[in-house]
T-cell receptor, first 112, second 114 residues
Framework: GESVGLHLPTLSVQEGDNSIINCAYS??????FIWYKQESGKGPQFIID?????DKRQGQRVTVLLNKTVKHLSLQIAATQPGDSAVYFC???????????FGKGTLLTVNP | DSGVTQTPKHLITATGQRVTLRCSPR?????VYWYQQSLDQGLQFLIQ???????AKGNILERFSAQQFPDLHSELNLSSLELGDSALYFC?????????????FGPGTRLTVL
């Protein structure tokens, strides 16, 4: 069935390092992918999105990479800061429905 | 602040009861989405409305129902509550449909069923 999963449930990095959070998806019909950040006690916050006709998209300190061949999505955070500590979710949608399917999340901890 | 408001922030009730969660989307957003977030199931899409009409359904139980009113606010009704319904319920809104635009999430309603 459709599923979106994360390779690593937790990631701990040093402040200033780059972080990479990975996500696998199984629905080959998915054509839209989003990364969300959720801080404790808050709702998910949009970070960046990418459509299936692209393989890379950059934002402010973040880059999303999409590899459709292996159905893999990654989020790269440059110069990670303590404020980046949160749970990161990938989500996908596409095909014949508008349902957004979320992965289980990766907890990113940034050590000062 | 995303611009999406949800009330109440916390809700404590007993099994078998019925509750209504309310969501006001961002000004101008026509789509409203409801999600359930629990520790064991993660963030699960429940249902989407677009301009008053149901647009997509996810893993929503038959005991749950929702609607979007002419002023675009939405309500999620949960009935015959069970312990397992305890979770965070998020509402999100977006400008247009289909689902290719950013969704803005509200702060959530924490439901505790005792």
């Amino acid at each position: 069935g459709e599923s979106v999963g994360l390779h690593l449930p937790t990631l701990s990095v040093q402040e200033g390092d780059n972080s990479i959070i990975n996500c696998a998806y199984s629905n080959s019909a998915s054509d839209y992918f989003i990364w969300y950040k959720q801080e404790s006690g808050k709702g998910p916050q949009f970070i960046i999105d990418i459509r299936s006709n692209m393989d890379k998209r950059q934002g402010q300190r973040v880059t999303v990479l999409l590899n459709k061949t292996v159905k893999h999505l990654s989020l790269q955070i440059a110069a990670t800061q303590p404020g980046d500590s949160a749970v990161y979710f990938c989500a996908e949608s596409g095909g014949s429905n508008y349902k957004l399917t979320f992965g289980k999340g990766t907890l990113l901890t940034v050590n000062p | 602040d995303s611009g999406v408001t949800q009330t109440p922030k916390h809700l404590i009730t007993a099994t078998g009861q019925r509750v209504t969660l309310r969501c006001s989307p961002r000004s101008g957003d026509l789509s409203v989405y409801w999600y359930q977030q629990s520790l064991d199931q993660g963030l699960q899409f429940l249902i989407q409305y677009y301009n008053g009409e149901e647009r997509a359904k996810g893993n929503i139980l038959e005991r749950f129902s929702a609607q979007q009113f002419p002023d675009l606010h939405s309500e999620l009704n949960l009935s015959s509550l069970e312990l397992g319904d305890s979770a965070l319920y998020f509402c999100a809104s977006s400008v247009r449909d289909p689902l290719t635009s950013e969704q803005f999430f509200g702060p959530g309603t924490r439901l505790t069923v005792l």
